[in-house]
């Protein structure tokens, strides 16, 4: 297995820096390993929302702040440029919710909040462990991490999980109902876990080591188990790299356990680390595999030239491993933006 250092030496470090606002914003984060209150984050991340493209992104709300219409959060399947995923998307780029007004798209989105908790689909109003997963990591992402009512979403999460450590929205995969003991949905974990490492202090629970546990079990049983839920297999394109994340997918896997203290040292999660990172060309640049045409105006919407973004999010992974004993910022000097 390569050692997370050897990996990050390959990191074409100028060309991220040198790239857009966004790329350059997690690098400088996520790959250089700088606290997000540097001065170089910062300005990076200020320069975020006047980016063409994200400025495109945002033109398309409707005079309510939000994408789409009001049933698009609710049918969230297979649309991948609505309010539901877009949020997600701004936040992975750096923008906050005091951003170009988008706190009226997340109140919109919280007002949908179940009485319990949860967000879900309709109609009727039915709470998710997937949807609320996904929301609830990009209001997290976003700045509500601490907000009461998003606390209240993160409960309604815990209060479901399984005997397994996973999750799974089937009412008769609650304990006591007939499809208990079946295993969880590996995608609805993947959600939960995604959003749990966004808390400070869910990302260090009890819980949130079990998900990890039963996340790396699937990897060692996908060849064993058929999962329940939506695209739950490993081994069906599982292994594409793919930028948003919109699927169960190794990049997407990777990233959320990466975030945690429980996978660091685990062999399995070495083992998938190792295989994504050998994707990698001469260049040590990671092209798209599988793309959302949505996306088109981003380089991670093609599969004919590497990607500066999803380079820099693969990069940003593999740092996770290599800093977990390692003080913030000190990845060495800083490369100017071109």
């Known amino acids: 297995m390569l050692h997370a250092d050897e990996i990050l030496r390959s990191a074409p470090l100028d060309w991220l820096l040198s790239r857009e606002s966004f790329v350059r914003y997690r690098t400088l984060r996520d790959v250089l390993n700088l606290p997000e209150t540097h001065d170089e984050v910062q300005a990076a991340r ?8 994200i400025q495109t992104l945002l033109s398309r709300r409707n005079r309510n702040g939000y994408w789409g219409t009001r049933k698009d959060l609710h049918t969230w399947w297979p649309k991948k440029d609505t309010t539901f ?10 923008l906050r919710k005091a951003d170009r007004g988008l706190a009226k798209a997340c109140e919109y989105v919280i007002s949908t909040q179940h009485a319990e908790g ?6 009727p109003p039915t709470p998710a462990e997937c949807f609320t997963g996904i929301l609830t ?3 997290a992402k976003l700045g509500y991490a601490d907000d009461p009512r998003l606390a209240r979403a993160y409960d309604w999460l815990l ?5 397994d450590g996973g999750f799974w929205c089937k009412r008769t995969a609650q304990p006591g109902g007939p499809r208990q003991a079946e295993p969880s949905c590996a995608f609805a974990s993947l959600c939960v876990l995604a959003a749990l490492v966004q808390h ?9 080591e079990r998900a990890v546990a039963f996340l790396l079990s699937c990897w060692e049983r996908r060849d064993e188990v058929k999962y329940a839920g939506h695209d739950s297999q490993i081994g069906k394109g599982w292994e594409k790299l793919k930028y948003p994340f919109t699927d169960y997918r190794v990049l997407k896997y990777l990233d959320a356990v990466s975030r945690t203290p429980f996978a660091r040292s685990d062999r399995r999660a070495l083992e998938i680390l190792d295989m994504m990172v050998s994707k990698r060309d ?16 981003f380089d991670v919407g093609q599969k004919r030239f590497p990607s500066s973004w999803l380079t820099s999010l693969v990069y940003g992974v593999v740092r996770r491993w290599a800093s977990a004993d390692r003080p913030a910022g000190s990845a060495g000097p800083i490369a100017r933006e071109g």
Request: cysteine-free.
């Open 200 to 208: 400070p202090v869910h990302r260090r629970s009890a819980s949130t």
């Open 118 to 123: 949860g967000f879900g689909w309709s109609p």
């Open 85 to 94: 995923w877009l949020l997600g998307v701004l936040a992975d780029f750096g």
């Open 159 to 163: 209060s479901r999980q399984r005997s």
């Open 137 to 139: 990591e990009a209001l």
């Open 46 to 53: 200020r320069r975020v929302p006047s980016h063409a493209a």
């Open 282 to 297: 001469r260049e040590g640049r990671f092209t798209p595999e599988s793309i959302h045409r949505a996306y088109s105006d």
